[in-house]
């Protein structure tokens, strides 16, 4: 039963239900016809809505082009403060009654109604409201209705889009979670992600799909940027980061708070938490903003030095500021107090009563801390010498660290332990990242079968495909094993098998699987668990495997991530961070890590740092930390000033001071190198008062002279000095035995194996010396000459004794050595070894005869450079591996911290009977002598000499005792086969004695590079002439070990080559490409080749260049690009046809050791590069559209590029050289750095949702491919307000603001620029003549409008109007493209109304407007060379010559012009492709709205025309009989013509044309059919038309100058001739009568009669004259292969407000409703279709296409299709707010004209 619903004071409630209807009812209770609906209804119609449907309904039965007011309403239902009738407008109140209105700019303005704007938590709190309703059972009657379909939708852009997106996508995902047909672990409900101020967070994540996209400041979403599933979380700009990111790619300010004098090139400036800086600046200009909302809040002041300056945004809210201005960290209002963070942001949960607020604990950390993004550190008062600090994050943050306390110690103000704060420690949790399952298996096996097992286990999985699952719709294939899938375990006789899967969630795209829940159901049910006990059975048989235990899939996060709190999304470590076991932990001391989301720190590369370092710019040298004076790689100078005493004193190269050498005196570093060779003795070091010692000198002299005495004396070992007589002495004392006193502990034998090792536990040296002064200082030289430190540090021979310490110094170790092997006949020198061995102990071996040695210095194998085949890291002491650590995988590299050899110097020969009892020299091994032939020896002629270059080398020393020369060589020849890396030998005599020097070399052979051809056999390069030198021989028999892959490149310009082969002409091209591939396998140093004709060369000209680098590689071979910055131009090195090319060996085989090959590197750019000049751009900024066709790659070899900076810069300024690139992506391949170069390839438009309220545009760079640089320069082409005009002089325009919205830009305008002489007087009925104006002309404002019928005297048109204007962005980097637009506007026409000002800054393009002459001062003709007609095409022509001729001088890009025009200017234009004198280059592409080249009154044949020009002269009284066609009487009408004054002509002619038809109008004169197929200029074509314009329409104002002049039955007359024109150019009867058929064009007499007639009469002229004209030339042109593109904008509200003087599509076109004179007259529906119109347009000029890019959010801007040939109803755009594609405009209707039509008029098959 239906019960009213009633309003609380009784009336009936305006809406009423029963059941799931409900309708509207008035105050009566009666139902509103056709307000019934199911399901709610929201409201009633109110009463403007009411008042409108009224008035519109009148309309529909009034005259066509008839005017009335029809209401504008809001979509609430109220009033609109501004109403309009046409060009008439006028404000109303809430009740619509009319008001006084205010005038802006010549328009009317009115008083907007202000409105609150909810506040997002607002918006969180009605949501959580709504999902509590819904959730309870209660049916969802607010503002949202959830369909079926809409529950079906993946997270999509077009579902984010929307002001209720977010609310949406809670309620869908909630009804998702909470649905009772399923379990879904992993489903969850989005809830928006706030911040404690209940604002938006700009990355907002729906944990349950694993998607994140990004919001503005009050949550709208930001097209494009929703991501599929990915490791990183979006990172989203701030309000700051995307104007500033606008104002790069568009120009325009967004919403900026900037003074309005500031530059067009100004940026707003950022912090680097994304807020507005608070002083901002724009060239001369200073001013302080809001940090969050970059408001202006004042001007700045200069400070002292005059500097801009603001105060600190504490002091300019008005809060509680430190005396440097930063917030206090306790803030206080009237009732409560809290802790602030140092941006001045409320901690979450320290509010407190303000009586209580004295007890919060809010310092300032005493330790050095960084400034917490996104958090606060709160400190407590320090205690003990202590102060405890939390660090808190903000709302939505979680503490990325694995504590949250830390401690400062106060005194040293260090954190103490190994934690402390960081910066970056507050991150957003984003997504779950991977996904894993597992299996846990026993087999009943022996664990014999572990061998093996594992790697089998694998590979079968793999091969089975239990690796990896096919996606269920693509099909493409995850993988899920890793090398920790498969792990054994053997427990007694039951071999444990785990199997675990693991992938990462990025690799399920969300459109097959849109949930977490998905993927773990589609990896439950997949086959990946039932084949593994299959598996199991044939691989180890009889092992009857058992499932153990296995687990579903979970989630967790992927190495560099941890899991949030929750536990439901991960968290990235941040920089100075790494992750382990799933936590984020400091990096260690010595480490750095300057990324986020890494699994490692990197070393420092000199220096170390303290924990938790971010950038290698914390890894400091001790010397740098301690602030003394280093070199330049940091290392200490030896001289150091102490800045407190200012004395001078030495430190050693460990930075230790050298106490004794303190002096008054200026010390220098090479003094200080002296004293350093000495070191002072400790006391207990001494043995005083000894009576047999040596003293080498006594002197009396000062420190320096005393040690310097002894440096130079090789037997000096010690001074002593003391003060004798107030004379310092020193005594010099010799290396005798007799001075030195070592004691042991009781030797013990054996060692770690060795059995005759000799083990001391201690020993101790001591200094004797004669006397004991009191102030007795004696300093010990650190090494002695008797024996000479060798730079090599092994030996190869075992040594003779080994004597072991476990507790001594080295410097006694040392001398306990070097006195044994004194005292020892046999032998020859020692190796001193520290190690950490048995707890850590010192090895001395005593050496005899050593055969060679080896691991000098600096090797190649010791500095780092590369490997060699030797172990350099220790020394033989006959000690047994099992002897060494357990953990020690190699004793030399992990437990050797010191190893030296010295050899005695100068020392005879041993007695025979000594040598004796010496234990005999180790034989060396057998020497082949075959060895030699695969070696070639070199003369001074095969090689080249430089001294100056220091070669990688091996250095080996071989014993004459040991070798003789032979011998030497054989052994030199054999260590260099046995090094991969050998190609040269050289042996000669050493630099010490009784020693062969073995050098061993890679190859050093360069054959010169791309800039630098060697068109000769390359020579090797040595340092030393050769002596003894050999070099190894290439091998080139064997297969090819490497599969080399083509380069997909044309050209090399920056390459290496190290042999250059010429192929005889006898060689087939398999055999040379074979040879040539062996070549390179040989070659550790060679990563491809080049197999390429040199046309240059001699004989066949076939060459193999063997290439140490690939280098620079450009022009490539697949690259579809029409635009290029390199020369690809064929070169005489031609690359092709296959097998010609260029080959690279795969990466993975190029050598580990590139510091052995030659050196190479990337070329020096010619300039500097400066990202001063650059801004690398977000993810957001950048969109990936394949089919980008204006782009240049270059590769950059790998080997070249690492230095990433220098590689981006080399790119950089390869963009910089070419005048036209832009932009710069940059990315790694596996071989490469891949830049790619772009043009200008910004795309800019529509960027709001359908239903937003203040429609916006945004652009974006498009790029080929992804990348994760891009970098976009920055340089704009300068503002230019005055240009001058060759031949003419200097045109002055102006720079001016140009408004969107909120948004700003500059535009430089010219405007009233002359482009041919005034066509008055004689150049009446003449061509248009060259402009004649010289000196200055100022272009400032417009000039009047060409004269048109309907005008009146008192216009403000003129006949000197022959001018254009100019519109120019200020943001343009490079000449962009041109818009030339006929047009003439109405006399005393506001011209605002098409002021190219805004689609040029919106389009990035240059906008030229221009009047041409039209009716008969443009097309009258009596067929005689008097009065030939066609002016006003020659008018069109002159401005096209202008612009090419002139519009670069004002960033006009005149090789890519595009012409349109308007209405009957449309056609006129549409000529112009038919003509031979418009050829292309002056214009690309054509846009015609109203007009087409097949309307049926294009043009007039001579007779019809002649006719014309003698009616015009019989009205005027010009004809004074009848003209015959003789030259002197058209003279004689001609001359008449011209002298009478233009408004008498004028209204003659008005008055012919209101009784006139549209085949009597003025037309240009064409003697021939204007359809010839074969004359077509086939250019893009954009066309279309507007329901609101029809010839009736376009005659409002010649019917209205009728009128005026009282002539009655005008209107009958005109509407008489439209009907006539319904039979065609020969005025068919029976086609007219067929027309009124058709179109219902009888009517009875009444008044309703008649207005039925107009409407009637209107549709048959437009679709006649206009629309299908349209479509047909559509089709003919999509027929000859052009590219087409169809509009047409039906009856909109809109048109009931608009100035119709202009088309309402010409107006959307130019951006009329964004104008400030039109803004109010316009919707936000209207608004955005303008919007989307002018960046269809400009996108069309700019490619020919009015699509921006493939990818652009069709839900924000749909597709425009193209009209395809052959298409029997094309596809057109409907400008509606809609956008909507449609098929068959007007098809029927069309078909009449077109297929009917000729059948009843001969005549008319001929003009179709």
């Not at 984003?430 to 096996?445: A, T």
């Not at 040879?1075 to 396998?1081: G, P, T």
């Not at 010619?1166 to 690398?1176: E, F, G, P, Q, V």
């Not at 269809?1736 to 395809?1764: A, C, D, K, Q, T």
Request: with cysteine.
């Amino acid at each position: 039963m239906y019960l009213p619903s009633c309003t609380p004071g009784g009336g009936f409630r305006e809406v009423q239900c029963r059941d799931d209807e409900c309708w509207c009812v008035d105050s009566l209770g009666q139902e509103v016809i056709g307000s019934r609906t199911r399901g709610p209804r929201r409201r009633c119609p109110s009463v403007c809505e009411r008042e409108r449907d009224t008035a519109l309904k009148r309309k529909a039965k009034m005259a066509a082009s008839a005017e009335i007011h029809i209401p504008e309403c809001s979509e609430a239902g109220d009033f609109l403060p501004l109403q309009c009738v046409g060009a008439h407008c006028f404000c109303v109140n809430a009740e619509g009654k009319q008001t006084p209105a205010g005038s802006a700019g010549g328009a009317v303005t009115c008083a907007m109604p202000t409105a609150e704007r909810r506040q997002s938590a607002d918006e969180v709190t009605e949501f959580r409201q709504e999902v509590e309703r819904i959730i309870s059972g209660f049916s969802l009657t607010g503002r949202l209705r959830l369909s079926q379909s809409e529950e079906e939708l993946r997270l999509t852009d077009r579902l984010l889009m929307g002001s209720d997106a977010a609310l949406r996508l809670a309620l869908h995902s909630t009804l998702q979670a909470n649905s009772q047909t399923q379990q879904r672990s992993y489903q969850q409900p989005y809830t928006p992600q706030c911040d404690a101020q209940g604002g938006w967070l700009l990355t907002q994540c729906h944990l349950s799909t694993g998607q994140c996209w990004c919001v503005d400041e009050v949550g709208m979403y930001i097209p494009g940027s929703l991501t599929s599933r990915s490791l990183r979380v979006t990172k989203c700009l701030s309000l700051c980061q995307r104007s500033g990111l606008d104002a790069l790619l568009s120009g325009w300010l967004r919403r900026s708070g900037a003074p309005s004098g500031v530059l067009a090139s100004y940026r707003p400036q950022c912090e680097e938490d994304g807020s507005f800086s608070v002083l901002q600046t724009g060239g001369a200009l200073s001013w302080c903003v809001h940090p969050q909302t970059g408001q202006s809040v004042q001007s700045a002041a200069a400070n002292s030095t005059g500097q801009p300056t603001c105060r600190s945004l504490c002091e300019l809210q008005g809060r509680r500021c430190r005396p440097d201005g930063s917030f206090a960290p306790l803030q206080c209002d009237v009732t409560s107090c809290w802790c602030a963070s140092e941006a001045g942001q409320e901690v979450m949960g320290t509010r407190a009563p303000r009586q209580a607020g004295s007890a919060l604990t809010c310092d300032r950390p005493l330790c050095p801390a960084p400034s917490i993004t996104h958090g606060a550190l709160l400190c407590r008062s320090a205690a003990g010498g202590h102060q405890i600090c939390e660090l808190v994050c903000h709302h939505g943050y979680h503490n990325a660290l694995p504590v949250s306390s830390f401690l400062c110690e106060a005194d040293s103000r260090q954190w103490e332990g190994n934690n402390k704060p960081l910066g970056g420690a507050c991150q957003a949790s984003g997504p779950l990242q991977s996904v894993s399952l597992s299996q846990l298996w026993s087999l009943s096996s022996s664990c014999s079968h572990l061998v093996g097992l594992q790697t089998v286990m694998f590979s079968s999985m793999t091969s089975r495909g239990l690796c990896s699952v096919q996606l269920p719709l693509s099909g493409r294939s995850v993988s899920l094993c890793d090398d920790s899938s498969v792990r054994l375990q053997c427990d007694g006789q039951v071999v444990m098998v785990t199997l675990r899967w693991t992938a990462s969630v990025s690799h399920f795209p969300a459109s097959e699987l849109p949930d977490l829940q998905d993927i773990a159901s589609y990896l439950n049910a997949s086959r990946l668990l039932d084949g593994v006990r299959e598996l199991l059975d044939q691989i180890v048989l009889g092992s009857e495997p058992k499932l153990v235990s296995m687990t579903t899939p979970s989630f967790s996060c992927l190495p560099g991530y941890q899991l949030d709190g929750a536990g439901e999304g991960c968290i990235i470590c941040p920089a100075g961070t790494f992750s382990s076991e799933g936590a984020c932990l400091l990096c260690p001391q010595g480490t750095y890590q300057d990324e986020e989301g890494r699994d490692s720190c990197n070393k420092c590369p000199t220096g170390s740092s303290h924990i938790g370092s971010s950038s290698v710019d914390q890894c400091v040298t001790e010397c740098q930390r301690r602030g003394l004076r280093c070199s330049e790689g940091g290392d200490f100078l030896l001289a150091q000033p102490d800045i407190l005493s200012g004395r001078w004193r030495c430190v050693s190269s460990e930075g230790a001071e050298l106490e004794w050498t303190a002096s008054n005196m200026t010390l220098t570093d090479e003094e200080c190198s002296v004293l350093s060779r000495f070191q002072a003795a400790s006391p207990s070091e001494l043995l005083v008062g000894a009576k047999d010692t040596e003293v080498l000198q006594m002197m009396t002299s000062d420190l320096s002279a005393c040690v310097k005495a002894c440096a130079v004396e090789p037997s000096c070992l010690h001074v002593a000095l003391y003060t004798e007589d107030k004379h310092t002495k020193c005594e010099l004392y010799s290396t005798h035995t007799l001075n030195t006193h070592c004691n042991t502990s009781q030797k013990a034998s054996g060692f770690l194996g060795n059995p005759q090792a000799e083990v001391f536990d201690w020993l101790s040296c001591s200094l004797r010396l004669r006397g004991g002064a009191s102030d007795l200082l004696v300093i010990r030289k650190k090494g002695t000459q008797s024996f000479v430190k060798m730079r090599m540090m092994k030996v190869v021979s075992e040594v003779f004794r080994t004597l072991v310490f476990r507790e001594a110094s080295l410097t006694d170790a040392h001398r306990f050595c070097l006195e044994g092997c004194s005292q020892n006949s046999c032998c020859d020198g020692f190796i001193l070894n520290r190690n950490d061995l048995d707890g850590g102990t010192l090895l001395c071996g005593l050496l005899r005869n050593p055969s060679v040695l080896m691991c000098g210095d600096q090797d190649w194998d010791m500095i780092g450079q590369g490997k060699a085949n030797r172990i350099c890291g220790g020394q033989k002491f006959n000690i047994t591996d099992s002897s060494l650590p357990a953990d020690s995988e190699n004793m030399e590299e992990s437990i050797i911290s010191f190893q030296a050899v010295y050899l005695k110097t100068g020392s005879a020969p041993a007695p025979v009977s000594a040598a004796a009892s010496c234990p005999p020299a180790e034989p060396g091994a057998p020497l082949d002598a075959s060895v030699q032939l695969k070696f070639e020896a070199l003369s001074e002629d095969d090689v080249l000499v430089d001294p100056q270059r220091k070669l990688p080398a091996l250095n080996f020393w071989l014993n004459k005792k040991n070798y003789n020369s032979q011998n030497a060589l054989l052994w030199c020849l054999t260590r260099c086969e046995a090094e991969l890396q050998c190609s040269l030998a050289d042996l000669r005599d050493g630099d010490s004695e009784g020693f062969f020097s073995c050098v061993l070399m890679s190859d050093s052979r360069v054959c010169g590079a791309y800039d630098k051809p060697l068109r000769k056999p390359c020579r090797p390069l040595l340092d030393t002439r050769p002596n003894n030198t050999y070099m190894k021989k290439t091998d080139l028999s064997g297969p090819v070990k490497s599969f080399y892959d083509r380069i997909s490149f044309q050209k090399m310009v920056a390459y290496s080559v190290r042999s250059r082969i010429s192929l005889s002409e006898n060689t087939p091209l398999s055999e040379g490409f074979m040879a040539c591939e062996r070549r390179c396998d040989e070659d550790p140093c060679c990563r491809g080749i080049g197999f390429v004709r040199d046309t240059k060369s001699s004989g066949a000209g076939v060459v193999c260049l063997a290439l140490i680098s690939l280098g620079v590689q450009t022009c490539g071979e697949g690259d579809r690009t029409n635009w290029r910055t390199q020369d690809c131009k064929p070169s005489t090195v031609q690359s092709s046809p296959e097998p010609f090319g260029w080959y690279q060996k795969p990466v993975h085989q190029w050598t580990p050791s590139p510091a052995l090959c030659p050196p190479f590197s990337l070329p020096a750019p010619k300039l500097n590069t400066s990202l001063d000049s650059w801004a690398r751009l977000a993810d957001s900024a950048v969109s990936v559209d394949p089919s980008v066709t204006s782009y240049n790659v270059i590769h950059v070899s790998r080997d070249i590029a690492s230095d990433r900076d220098e590689t981006r810069d080399w790119c950089l300024h390869a963009c910089q050289e070419a005048e036209s690139c832009t932009s710069v992506s940059v990315s790694e391949t596996e071989s490469a750095t891949r830049c790619i170069l772009y043009p200008d390839t910004r795309a800019c438009g529509l960027s709001s949702a359908p239903d937003s309220s203040n429609p916006t545009s945004s652009c974006k760079l498009l790029i080929r491919e992804p990348a994760p640089q891009v970098y976009l320069r920055t340089v704009r082409l300068p503002l230019v307000t005055s240009v001058s005009i060759p031949g003419r002089g200097t045109l002055h325009g102006i720079a001016t603001k140009t408004a969107l919205g909120s948004d700003r830009t500059t535009v430089v305008q010219f405007l009233g620029v002359p482009y041919a002489r005034p066509p008055i007087g004689s150049l009446r009925f003449a061509a248009a003549q060259p402009a004649d104006w010289t000196g200055t002309w100022s272009a400032t404002k417009p000039r009047p409008p060409c004269i048109q019928p309907g005008d009146l005297p008192t216009s403000g048109s003129s006949e000197d109007c022959l001018y254009l204007n100019v519109f120019s962005s200020a943001s343009r980097v490079e000449p962009v493209p041109v818009l030339v637009f006929f047009f003439n506007p109405r006399a005393n026409q506001d011209a605002g109304l098409l002021d190219g000002s805004t689609l040029a800054a919106m389009g990035n393009i240059v906008v030229v407007t221009a009047s041409y002459r039209t009716a008969a001062l443009g097309f009258l003709s009596t067929g005689s060379a008097g009065l030939h007609g066609n002016y006003g095409l020659s008018d069109q022509e002159a401005v096209l010559r202008w612009v090419h001729a002139h519009i670069s001088l004002v960033g006009g890009d005149s090789s890519r012009v595009t012409v349109g025009a308007e209405r009957r200017g449309a056609d006129i234009l549409s000529l112009h492709l038919l003509s031979s004198s418009s050829l292309p280059p002056l214009f690309q592409r054509m846009i015609l709205m109203g007009g087409a080249v097949l309307s049926p009154a294009l043009v007039q044949s001579v007779s019809s025309s002649r006719r014309q020009a003698l009616n015009l002269a019989e009205e005027l009284g010009c004809l004074t009989s009848d003209l015959t066609n003789d030259h002197a009487s058209d003279i004689s009408v001609a001359t008449c013509l011209r002298e009478t004054p233009v408004h008498t002509l004028n209204a003659a002619q008005t008055k012919l044309l209101a009784v006139s038809g549209p085949f009597q109008s003025w037309a240009p004169v064409a003697p021939v059919s204007p359809v010839a197929l074969s004359s077509l200029h086939r250019v893009d074509l954009l066309l279309g038309s507007s329901q609101s314009d029809g010839l009736i329409s376009r005659a409002r104002h010649i019917k209205d100058f009728e009128a005026l002049q009282g002539r009655a039955g005008g209107k009958e007359a005109f509407y008489q001739a439209l009907s006539r024109s319904l039979g065609g150019v020969t005025g068919s009867g029976l086609l007219k009568e067929a027309a009124a058929w058709f179109y219902s064009l009888d009517h009875s007499p009444s008044p309703a009669g008649y207005n039925l007639f107009s409407r009637a009469l209107d549709s048959a002229t437009r679709d006649l004259f206009i629309t299908c004209p349209s479509l047909w030339m559509a089709s003919l042109w999509a027929n000859n292969k052009a590219n087409v593109f169809l509009y047409h904008q039906p009856e909109s509200n809109a048109n009931n407000r608009a100035d119709v003087s202009i088309p309402l599509d010409v107006q959307f076109a130019f951006g009329t409703p964004h104008h400030p004179i039109s803004i109010q007259r316009f919707s936000p529906s209207a608004r955005r279709v303008s919007l989307a119109l002018m960046t269809y347009m400009s996108s069309f000029i700019r490619s020919g296409n009015p699509n921006p890019s493939l990818v652009w959010e069709e839900s924000v801007l749909p597709r425009w299709m193209p009209v395809r040939a052959a298409a029997a109803a094309p596809f057109y755009l409907q400008l509606s707010p809609a956008l909507k594609q449609q098929r068959g405009l007007r098809q029927n209707a069309c078909s009449f004209w077109k297929q009917l039509a000729p059948k009843l008029s001969d005549k008319m098959g001929a003009d179709l």
